[in-house]
């Protein structure tokens, strides 16, 4: 079936360094890629979204290419701030129609001051 | 738009006890999911409605678990016969099949649920 791999946290970061969060796929079909983030005691927030090949969502300085070759949806900010601290997840949408999402286990970023 | 809201935010119940909560979408969404979040792990979905209908269940709804959607609008989740297994976070989730992005879902801030 459809799943989502995201590398594993947590990942602590200085402020203003460069971030990365892997994210790879397995899917039937062509599925919508997402990124959500959660921050403490919140609901997911979506950040942002892909539809197909090549496409580049980006949103508030992140961005994140959906990579039909590589089966991956790797998210990156080029300067993060202590307020990026959250968990992270990625998803994709299931083809079948029902849209309901598969979401990999979520990367905590810690951005250190 | 005010957003998806769930209530309550916080339910601590004994083992054994039933437990009932609410999901209200943004209006309008024609489509609603729920997900359960266990600590640590990504939220893994249970069960959506189009409109009233009842579309899909995953294996994670045990018969102890049932959800409605009576007039297409609020859901409200159930779970009778609590047992410490069923701590988590329970999602709900909403979005509108008929605009240009069908597969984007907005969702509620959860329900933490605590089986003493």
């Known amino acids: 079936g459809d799943s989502v791999t995201q590398m594993e946290g947590p990942v602590t970061l200085s402020e203003e360094a460069f971030l990365t969060i892997n994210c790879t796929y397995t899917a039937t079909g062509y599925p919508s890629l997402f990124w959500y983030v959660q921050y403490p005691g919140e609901g997911l927030q979506l950040l942002l979204k892909a539809t197909k090949a090549d496409d580049k969502g980006s949103n508030k300085g992140f961005e994140a290419t959906y990579r039909k070759e590589t089966t991956s949806f790797h998210l990156e900010k080029g300067s993060v701030q202590v307020s990026d601290s959250a968990v992270y997840f990625c998803a994709l949408s299931d083809t079948s129609g029902t849209y309901k999402y598969i979401f990999g286990t979520g990367t905590r970023l810690k951005v250190l001051a | 738009d005010t957003g998806v809201s769930q209530d309550p935010r916080h339910k601590i119940t004994k083992r054994g006890q039933n437990v009932t909560f609410r999901c209200d979408p943004i209006s309008e969404h024609n489509r609603l999911y729920w997900y359960r979040q266990t600590l640590g792990q990504g939220p893994e979905f249970l069960t959506y409605f189009q409109n009233e209908a009842q579309l899909e269940k995953s294996r994670l709804l045990s018969d102890r678990f049932s959800a409605e959607r009576p007039k297409g609008s609020f859901s409200t989740l159930e779970i009778q016969r609590t047992e410490q297994g069923d701590s988590a976070m329970y999602l709900c989730?909403?979005?509108?099949?008929?605009?240009?992005?069908?597969?984007?879902?907005?969702f509620g801030p959860g329900t933490r649920l605590t089986v003493l």
């Open positions: 989730a909403s979005s509108w099949t008929g605009g240009p992005t069908p597969d984007t879902q907005y």
